[in-house]
C-alpha cells in the first residue's frame, strides 16, 4: 500500500498560526507591561507573571484531569492572564487575582468547551468576578513603588478635572496597571492592525461612540474620556477578541456603537465610574445575534426565497 | 460601487520553472490512456487487444453528446484494455500501448476544412479538446451555442496556481496556435468581444499574446494582478467583464464563453495540422523533485517513467499532486498516466506533504474575509458539521467554487475545502430523497 499523503486540497497553508496571533498580542501587549512596571513599580510585573503562569497551568491541569488535548501552546492563556492582570490595582492581594484567573480560564473559557467556543471574554469574566468580590482591593490605587504618588487616590475618571493631558496620556495617575499608559496601549494597538491581528474597526467606533456621547450626555472633555479609565485597553484589547465579537465588518460596526452606547450611559449616569467592562461583557452577549443580522450576502446568491437543492 | 476585482489572495508564485522551455519526451515504453479525461460519458476503446496503432489514430470514440474522442499519444502495440482505478476514486477502461519507439503519425491527419460554425465544433470534437485548465468539459459542448447570445469569449491564461507555468509557456512558445484559434473563433463569433486574461506575473506572456492579437479587432490582453484565484472561472468573468454568474446558471447565461489558453492552444494546432490532442505541456515540480522542468509527454504517459527521466527524485515522495497545490488532486503513487487535463505533477518532501493539524476555530473571520464569493466558510463548516442540510443551503454552499482559499488563510488550519466538499454531497443525497 502507498504511504503517500492523500489530504484534500489545498495542500499549502499560509505561515499565520492561532499560536503567533497570540505571540503578536503578547507583543502588543509589552510596552504596556512596561509602562506598568515604571509606573508602579516591580510588583506590577510579578502579578502579571503570577496570572499567566497560573492561568496557563489552569488551563493544563483542567485539559489534563477532563483528559482533553492539551492546548496550551496556543497562548491564549497566557494573552489571558496577562489582561487580568492588568484590570487589578498593584496594590491587589495575590490570591485575590488568582481567584479572576480561576473564574477566566475555569468559569468563562474551559466549561463552555475552551478557545473559540466561549461567548463571553474570559479576562473581563475575572475582572467582573474580582469586582463584586473584592471590589475594595480592586479600587484602591495605593502602594505604588513606581513614578505614580502611591498617595494618588481619585481616578481621572471619578475627578476628570484633576489631570492634564500629559498625565493622561503616559498613565502618571492611579488606577489599574495594565490600562493607565494610553501611549503604550495605542503603540500596541497600532502594531496589531499592522500586523493584521485585527480590524481597526471595533476600536475606532467603540472609542469614537464613547467619546462622542459621553461628551453630548456630560459634557466630558473628548480627549479626556478617550485617554482615561480602561476604554483604550477594552476596545483595543478585550472588544477585539475573535471569539466574543462579530465575525463581519458590518457586526463589528453595530458592536463598537452598542458598546460605545452602553459605556457612555454607565460613565454618565450609573453609579460605576468605570463602564468598559460591563459595556463589553454585554455586547458579548449580543454578538451570535448581530452575526445572524450581518451575514455576508455571496455574489450571484439568488434572493433567499428560492431553495434549490445540490450543485 | 462594485469592486473592480474580486477579493484575493497571496499565496506564494514558486514559479520557479518559468524559463524552463519545455524539452521533448516521447521515447517513453508505453503509455496508459484513460478513456474518461473529461466531464461526461466515458469514451468507448474502437481498437483491439494486438492493434496496432499511430500517433493520432483514434481508439476511444465519444461516448454521448458530452464526451470527447480520445486519439493514441504514441505508435505502437495495444497491450491492454482493462480498468483502472483513477485518482478521483473511480475507475474507467484504459488503453494501454506499448511503444514501437517509433512515434509514426497515423495517415491522413490533415487539417479540417471549415465552412461553417458547425463544421468548426465538429472539428473541436474531433481534435478531442476539453477543459485543460483542469475541469475537463468537452470543449466542442461549450461552443455549440447560438453565436448571438455570446459576448464575450475569455480566454483564460490567469495560470494563478503556484508552481505550474506550462500554460504561460504553451502562450510564450505557441502564440501561433493561439492565434489560429482566435481567428476561428473570431470567424465563427464575429461581434464577440475577445479578452485574453493573463496575470502581470508574466510580461513575457502578455507581450507575446499582445504582439499575436496586435491589430485583431474586438481582441484584448486583460493584465489581471497576480493574486489567487484570478483563474477561477468566475473570477475571471467578473473580473474581465464585470459580469456575475448567478446561481445555478452558467457563464453562457451571461454572455460569456471561457477557454483555456491551452485548450485554445490545442484547438488552433488541429486547425493548423490536423494533429489531434495527444501530447501536452506539464510541469514538474515541488520539493522532493531534483530537476523541475516543463516537458512536453504524451497523454498517457507514466508519472514514474517521466521522473526518472528528468533525473528523478531527491527523497522518498511523501504526496504527488495532479494540478497544483492550492486545487490538485492527491495522487496514490507514481503509476499514474499523464491525463489531457493535467498540467502539473508536483511531487512533494515529507515537509511540504504535511498537513498541520487542524486547532479550534477561533474565529477570527479571515476565511470570510477571503472568499472571493464572499461566503462565509467558517459557518459552512459549522453546518456541515451538523449536517444541517437547509443551513447549508441557506449558506450557499454550491456556489463554493473550492478554491482553497480559506483553507490557506486559516490560522487555525481547519480543512474547510475538506468540509465544504463534503457538505455538497449531504446536499446532493438530501436533493435525491
Sequence with gaps: MSKMNLSVSPHIRSARTTQSIMLDVIIALTPALIASVVLYGFRALLLTQISCGFCVLLEFLYEKLLKRPVTVSDLSAVVTGLLVAFNVPVSMPVWMLLVGDLAAIILAKQLFGGLGCNFMNPALVGRIVMMFSFTTALTTYTGSAGLVDAATSATPLADPASYGFMELLFGLHGGVIGETCAAALLLGGIYLCVRGVIKPIIPLVYIGTTVLLTWAFGGVAPLRSALAGGLLLGAIYMATDYVTSPITDKGKVIFGVFLGLITALIRVFGNYSEGVTFAIILGNILVPYINDLTETRPIGANPPAKKEAGK | M?????????????????????????????????MSMHIGAPARPVVKVGEHVKTGQLIGEAGGFVSAPIHASISGTVKKIDNLLLAGGGTCQAVTIESDGLNEKAEGLKPPELTDLDSFIQAVRDCGAVGLGGAGFPTSVKLKVDPARVEYILINGAECEPYITSDTHTMRDNPKRIRTGLDALKRFFPQAQIYIGIENNKPEAIRTMREYTDRVELCDVVELPSSYPQGGEKVLIYNTTGRVVPEGKLPLDVGCIVLNATTLACIGKYLMTGEPLTSKCITIDGSAVKNPQNLIVPVGAMIREIVEHIGGLKCEPAKALYGGPMMGTAIPDLDQPIL?????????????????????CIRCGRCIDTCPLHLMPTELEQACLKKDVKRLSELKINLCMECGSCSFVCPAKRNLVESHKLAKQYVREAGVK
Design chain 2, 340 to 360: 489531457k487535463n493535467t498540467n502539473a505533477v508536483l511531487i512533494l518532501d515529507e515537509k511540504d506533504a504535511k498537513i498541520p493539524e487542524p486547532g479550534p
Design chain 2, 2 to 34: 462594485a469592486p473592480r476585482f474580486l477579493r484575493s489572495i497571496h499565496v506564494p508564485h514558486f514559479k520557479n520553472t518559468q524559463d524552463s522551455v519545455p524539452a521533448r519526451f516521447f521515447e517513453v515504453k508505453s503509455v496508459t490512456i484513460p
